[in-house]
């Protein structure tokens, strides 16, 4: 990813057999679409061939979540300006798939911009390193099951890690 292209650095690649074009956008978060937009008119891209990575802090931290493309809780778009964005620069369509990683929630009464912007303490940094091979495996099971049978899986694995998790640590 070392190809500057429509605001965001860019590379193509293989997952498996599958090729992949990947970008990274070098504007804010919240105006990613600016990026993803111009990219996805450049190759000519359906949207149902575009995946999303984006944060989620409604979410258990550091779990990875598939949403399909039938984008019906609208009261998330709203809180993440970043998809907002998207969808404004795909003209209005939600017709792209999410892979969101879980960030939970500010402590206290910590400002949720301030948590957003602030940089990763030990703890946080294991926790990415830990969730990112699971996006990995995410984005696998996009790529050879399709959207709605990867969404089916992995998200009820996430289910069942939580719930896991719950179990050993009470």
């Known amino acids: 990813m070392n190809i500057p292209l429509c605001k965001a650095l860019f590379g193509e690649g293989f997952v498996g057999d599958a090729p992949v074009l990947l970008a990274k956008p070098q504007t804010y978060m919240n105006l990613s679409g600016e990026s993803a937009g111009p990219l996805a008119a450049y190759y000519k891209l359906p949207l149902n061939r575009v995946i999303v990575f984006c944060n989620y802090s409604f979410m258990m931290t550091w779990n990875c979540h598939v949403e399909c493309s039938d984008f019906k809780r ?12 998207v ?23 910590m400002d949720p911009k301030a948590f957003l912007l602030q940089k990763f303490n030990a703890t946080a940094r294991e926790r990415i390193d830990a969730a990112l091979p699971e996006g990995v495996v995410a984005l696998r099971c996009i790529l050879h099951e399709g959207l709605t049978g990867a969404a ?19």
């Open 74 to 85: 609208k009261e998330v778009m709203g809180c993440h300006k970043g998809l907002k964005s």
């Open 87 to 109: 969808i404004n620069h795909f003209r209005g369509n939600r017709e792209f798939a999410r892979l969101r990683i879980g960030i939970g929630r500010p402590p206290g009464q």
């Open 152 to 170: 089916r899986w992995f998200n009820q694995e996430q289910k069942y890690k939580y719930m896991r998790s719950e179990t050993m640590s009470a």
